[in-house]
């Protein structure tokens, strides 16, 4: 144990001064220097120690302003408080509906209806997951799907954690399909200046695609865990789901929450345009307007007891830590370095360049935020299309890149760490670093080079 500690701190101070050596043979400055090296540090702390991440966050974040690399305003632009505003609401809502019994409704009707075997159950969770990213968010997806798919696993006593992967990936997967599906969906429409039906034409087919490889990569590595969920799927009656009353009224009431909020996220574009509304407004309505009817029907004296229970205010700190440290790089202008340094590399092929920008986004998606990891690349590839380059496919590349290597690491998107926070504040199973990178990688690395062989074959047409 010694040793590993030992082990773990040489590689978090050998990384971060190897930063700083590369950094000053580069010709960096100053604050360059000190971004590049804290973000470092910070990301090689939440990797080594990730039980202590959000601490690690927190003093990347103390270097940052130690050194002047971030300042108040670059602070409070990055931050992406509308995402955790967003969170904060939608946690709100999967906490009533989950007193409400609501999940285990639900996947008590596909036990009596549909499903009557583990193979086909999780088929449709697994399209169920994919479909609600695509349409109305992967946070969503993930904060509806992951509380049922922990519901079925405890009710048949099975083990939740290959589940909950399973989940997830499709959730990150499928959140390419539309530009509503994730925040990077977002960025990239608008950084590119891509529309819906852009999306339609370019991403959703890609998507589904990688979604049929990927549910068959799945149900070939969990087929173990698979095949204990049919055997006590096949031991109980599809009526044990039922075992709680619930209420037609309650009943009605948690259908509505559900749809309403459902509804809204999806036509949040429309209502917006509607309304004269600005851009992602309603998004983040949809939720707080949600949370503020959930907190009206159950009552004054349950208001504080749902907020401390359902939110993970630790998990949102850690957000709000690792936001705001990833916009200094803009700052400090690495980022149009970068796009230079690009640029160079790929020696004018449209090939090599569609295959540079995706495959390094996907590295850096894998150890740091999707979601930062684009707003990083996107003035880059803006840089680019002012040097004279055919940019069209690097949207699609950065898009597929980021959202499908969101599966390599616990860290790489959103979802993914609040789909384990689901798992551990529920105290029925935790993953670790290492413990995900036994399956993350072979659910980003083939889902994408589908997607880029699909894409190069269709570059003629763009």
């Known amino acids: 144990m010694p040793s590993r500690r030992a082990s773990k701190l040489a590689a978090l101070v050998g990384g971060t001064l190897v930063t700083v050596v590369v950094s000053v043979l580069l010709g960096f400055n100053r604050l360059q220097i000190a971004a590049l090296s804290s973000i470092v540090f910070m ?36 931050a992406h408080l509308d995402v955790i505003m967003f969170l904060v ?56 799907m992951i509380p049922m798919i922990l519901e079925l696993a405890l009710r048949y006593r099975v083990n939740p954690i290959p589940l909950v992967l399973l ?36 991403a959703t087919p890609i998507t589904a695609t990688s979604l049929l490889v990927s549910l068959g990569l799945g149900l070939a590595i969990f087929r173990r865990d698979l095949r204990a969920l049919d055997l006590a ?21 948690a259908w509505g929450v559900f749809l309403g909020v459902i509804t809204a996220i999806a036509m949040h574009e429309v209502i917006e ?54 916009g200094t790089l803009e ?30 986004a996907a590295g850096l998606s894998a150890v740091l935020d999707n979601v930062l990891t684009v707003a990083f690349f996107i003035p880059i590839i803006k840089y680019l299309e002012q040097m004279g380059v055919h940019v069209y496919p690097l949207w699609w590349g950065l898009l597929f890149a980021s959202t499908y290597f969101g599966n390599f690491t616990v860290i790489a998107s959103t979802a993914n760490i609040v789909a384990v926070s689901l798992l551990e504040a529920r105290k029925v199973g935790t993953v670790s670093f290492v413990d995900w990178l036994k399956y993350g990688p072979i659910f980003s690395v083939v889902p994408l080079a589908i997607a880029l062989l699909l894409l190069w074959l269709q570059i003629p047409l763009m």
């Open 43 to 78: 990301t090689l702390g939440i990797i080594l120690y990730w039980e202590y991440k959000v601490p690690a966050a927190a003093f990347g974040l103390f270097l940052l302003f130690l050194t002047g690399a971030l300042d108040i305003h670059t602070f409070i632009e990055h």
């Open 89 to 144: 609401g939608m946690m709100i809502i999967v906490e009533y509906l989950e007193r409400t019994a609501f999940f285990e409704h639900i996947i008590g009707y596909l036990r009596r209806h549909l499903c009557r075997t583990a193979l086909s159950l999780i088929t449709v969770f697994y399209f169920m997951t994919a479909l609600f990213s695509s349409l109305v968010g992967v946070l969503t997806a993930v904060l509806f």
């Open 167 to 202: 989940m997830v990936f499709a959730a990150n997967i499928g959140s390419s399909a539309t530009v509503v599906g994730n925040p990077v969906g977002i960025l990239i429409a608008l950084g590119g200046d891509l529309t819906f039906f852009d999306f339609i034409r370019w």
């Open 233 to 253: 799927m096949s031991q109980y009656p599809p009526d044990a789901f039922f075992h709680k009353k619930i209420s037609r009224s309650e009943l009605v009431k």
């Open 273 to 326: 345009e509607a309304l004269g509304l600005a851009k992602g407004s309603m998004l983040l309505a949809s939720s707080i307007g949600g949370s503020a009817v959930v907190m009206l029907l159950v009552g004054r004296e349950r208001i504080h007891e749902i907020i401390e229970e359902g939110v993970d205010w630790t998990v949102l700190l850690f957000f709000i830590f690792l936001f705001s440290s990833i």
């Open 331 to 360: 700052k400090v202008g690495i980022t149009k370095m970068i796009a230079n340094y690009v640029k160079t590399l790929s020696y004018g092929s449209e090939l090599t360049l569609l295959l540079t920008v995706s495959i390094t």
